[in-house]
Nanobody, 115 residues
């Protein structure tokens, strides 16, 4: 069982920045991939960014050049640095990990970007 706790969401003006954190209850060394997803009202949950054990990263086209995902294995934490935020980035952001074939989700953190 893996527990994930997200933090760092909030209200920010367009053009501003936020950094989300996801603390895992297990060592990241055994987790091959971690990711951030988001879901806006009326929309499906979508992948924002992911990172592998080898620090390979993948981003949604809509956030490339603005968001950066990183992981700190010693703290079992994954981060999502979000810069140049836009109103369309408003959503609940979820951390997700896959360990031993099981997918785990955090409770989500709200990000609201005002215009």
């Amino acid at each position: 069982q893996v527990q994930l706790v997200e933090s760092g969401g909030g209200l920010v003006q367009a053009g501003g920045s936020l950094r989300l954190s996801c603390a895992a209850s297990t060592s990241l060394f055994r987790i091959k991939s971690m990711g951030w997803y988001r879901q806006a009202p009326g929309n499906q949950r979508e992948l924002v960014a992911s990172i592998t054990t080898a620090d390979g990263t993948n981003y949604a086209d809509s956030v490339k050049g603005r968001f950066t995902i990183s992981r700190e294995n010693t703290k079992s934490t994954v981060y999502l640095q979000m810069n140049s935020l836009k109103p369309e980035d408003t959503a609940v952001y979820y951390c997700c990990v896959t360990k031993d074939g099981t997918v785990y989700w955090g409770q989500g953190t709200q990000v609201t970007v005002s215009s």
